[in-house]
C-alpha cells in the first residue's frame, strides 16, 4: 500500500497541471495538422482575408475553404468580423503567428531564398 505525503500529493497536482496542459496543446496541434488549414493560417498572418480572398489564393472550392475556416474558429484559431455582406478572418492571437514563424523555420528547403 502506497502511503500518500503531501509531496506525493503536490507531484500528482503538478501531473494533473501538466496532463491538461499536454491535452490543450494536443488539440491545438490536431488544428494545425490539416494541411489546408495550416495554410489558410499561413495566409492570415499576412493581415486579415475573407473567405473569397482565400478562395483564389488557395485554388479550391469555397465549401472546402469555409469548412476549415470553422473548423478553425471552432478551436479559437481565428476571428471573424463581418463588415456589411463581407466577413474577415484573421489568426486570434499572436503567438499562433510566433509559432506558424518558426514551424516554417525547421523546414527552410520549401520557402524561395
Given at each position: 500500500m502506497r502511503l500518500h505525503t503531501p509531496k506525493a500529493g503536490m507531484a500528482d497536482r503538478d501531473l494533473q497541471k501538466l496532463s491538461a496542459r499536454a491535452?490543450?496543446?494536443s488539440d491545438f496541434l490536431k488544428a494545425l495538422s490539416h494541411h489546408t488549414r495550416l495554410i489558410i493560417l499561413c495566409l492570415l498572418t499576412e493581415g486579415?482575408?475573407?473567405?473569397?480572398?482565400?478562395?483564389?489564393?488557395?485554388?479550391i472550392q469555397q465549401a472546402m475553404v469555409s469548412q476549415q475556416l470553422a473548423r478553425l474558429r471552432l478551436d479559437g484559431l481565428v476571428f471573424s468580423r463581418r463588415d456589411g455582406r463581407m466577413i474577415y478572418y484573421s489568426v486570434a492571437h499572436p503567438d499562433t503567428t510566433t509559432?506558424?514563424?518558426?514551424?516554417?523555420?525547421?523546414?527552410?528547403?520549401?520557402?524561395?531564398?
Open positions: 491535452r490543450e496543446a486579415e482575408k475573407t473567405v473569397g480572398q482565400l478562395e483564389e489564393s488557395l485554388g509559432l506558424l514563424h518558426f514551424l516554417f523555420a525547421m523546414f527552410p528547403g520549401a520557402q524561395d531564398n
